[in-house]
Antibody, heavy 116, light 112 residues
Framework: EVQLLESGGGLVQPGGSLRLSCAAS????????MSWVRQGLGKGLEWVSS????????YYPDSVKGRFTISRDNSKNTVYLQMNSLRAEDTAVYYC?????????WGQGTLVTVSS | DIVMTQTPLSSPVTLGQPASISCRSS???????????LNWLQQRPGQPPRLLIY???NRLSGVPDRFSGSGAGTDFTLKISRVEAEDVGVYYC?????????FGQGTKLEIK
């Protein structure tokens, strides 16, 4: 059974940093791309980042480019999202998802709140 | 960026009746590899999104066959043949063809 477990969310002040983790199990992690998608309270879904299976290619939308960094440790079956220079508009539930063109499994999400 | 436009944004449906959601993309979703990465996700209240349909018409394992997807190019449709109470939630189309990945605004399915 595929499982994705996000952690690392919390309350952070504007301008602060946070690192999210997503621990994967139930599939051969090192052979799949991974993605992060966020959802503001009561809002729709917004893609945040993706990383290829080997980690050699990463992708971001303009809204987070230069502030967020996705990485992975295939030995730990974990994907990370380092978030710097956080803004109020980054407040959302952050979901980890398996895949890059087809996101077939999603985690339960972790809440990030950016507020003073 | 590819803009995904869903209609309707709200769909009140009677139990046992069909429902249909349309999704239109601002550009063709045909990838250079020949696939069309148009996916449909369901988000039940208080739950994370769940993939229902991928590459236009392929149901993920375990998804009831009352869900079906169709379309090509820039116009796509999700159909539910007979709505059940557990189908209540928000449905999103998503394109996985081009970066940045983009989603439709979501269609809220509710029971009349």
């Amino acid at each position: 059974e595929v499982q994705l477990l996000e952690s690392g969310g919390g309350l952070v002040q504007p301008g602060g940093s946070l690192r999210l983790s997503c621990a994967a199990s139930g599939f051969t992690f090192s052979t799949y791309a991974m993605s992060w998608v966020r959802q503001g309270l009561g809002k729709g879904l917004e893609w945040v980042s993706s990383i290829r299976a080997s980690g050699d290619s990463t992708y971001y939308p303009d809204s987070v480019k230069g502030r967020f960094t996705i990485s992975r440790d295939n030995s730990k079956n974990t994907v990370y999202l380092q978030m710097n220079s956080l803004r109020a508009e980054d407040t959302a539930v952050y979901y980890c998802a398996k895949g890059i063109s087809v996101t077939d499994y999603w985690g339960q999400g972790t809440l990030v709140t950016v507020s003073s | 960026d590819i803009v995904m436009t869903q209609t309707p944004l709200s769909s009140p449906v009677t139990l046992g009746q069909p429902a249909s959601i349309s999704c239109r993309s601002s550009q063709s979703l045909v990838h250079s590899d020949g696939n069309t990465y148009l996916n449909w996700l369901q988000q039940r209240p208080g739950q994370p999104p769940r993939l229902l349909i991928y590459k236009i018409s392929n149901r993920l394992s375990g998804v009831p066959d009352r869900f079906s997807g169709s379309g090509a190019g820039t116009d796509f449709t999700l159909k539910i043949s007979r709505v059940e109470a557990e189908d209540v939630g928000v449905y999103y189309c998503m394109q996985g063809t081009q970066f940045p990945r983009t989603f439709g605004q979501g269609t809220k399915l509710e029971i009349k």
